[in-house]
Nanobody, 125 residues
Framework: QVQLVESGGGSVQAGGSLRLSCVFS????????MGWFRQAPGKKREGVAT????????YIADSVKGRFAISHDNSKKALSLQMNNLEPEDTAMYYC??????????????????WGQGTQVTVSS
């Protein structure tokens, strides 16, 4: 069965950096959409950064463009999110999402049907 295991959250001060990781196992697919989403208390889940492994195309939300970078190791089926220059507004639970095909709307959470357990990111001012 599909498993997504996340790691790397934590607490930092504004301007700091964190790196999130997510490892996908339990399915032989090699072309899939995978990405990071976040949900702050009282808010809807939103797409942060995603990738389609078939082409390497990446999709980055405007709110994090220039600060966050997504990468994927095909051999390890491991997804990473490097988050730099973090802001208090980035505070949220971050989730790894997976769709076993190419997403029509890559940053739309509804396109993804597998989710990790989430990892908390807290940025203090």
């Amino acid at each position: 069965q599909v498993q997504l295991v996340e790691s790397g959250g934590g607490s930092v001060q504004a301007g700091g950096s964190l790196r999130l990781s997510c490892v996908f196992s339990g399915h032989p697919a090699i072309n899939y959409a995978m990405g990071w989403f976040r949900q702050a208390p009282g808010k809807k889940r939103e797409g942060v950064a995603t990738i389609y492994t078939g082409t390497g195309s990446t999709y980055i939300a405007d709110s994090v463009k220039g600060r966050f970078a997504i990468s994927h190791d095909n051999s390890k089926k491991a997804l990473s999110l490097q988050m730099n220059n973090l802001e208090p507004e980035d505070t949220a639970m971050y989730y790894c999402g997976l769709y076993l095909s190419r997403a029509v709307r890559p940053l739309e959470p509804g396109e993804y049907n597998y989710w990790g357990q989430g990892t908390q990111v807290t940025v203090s001012s």
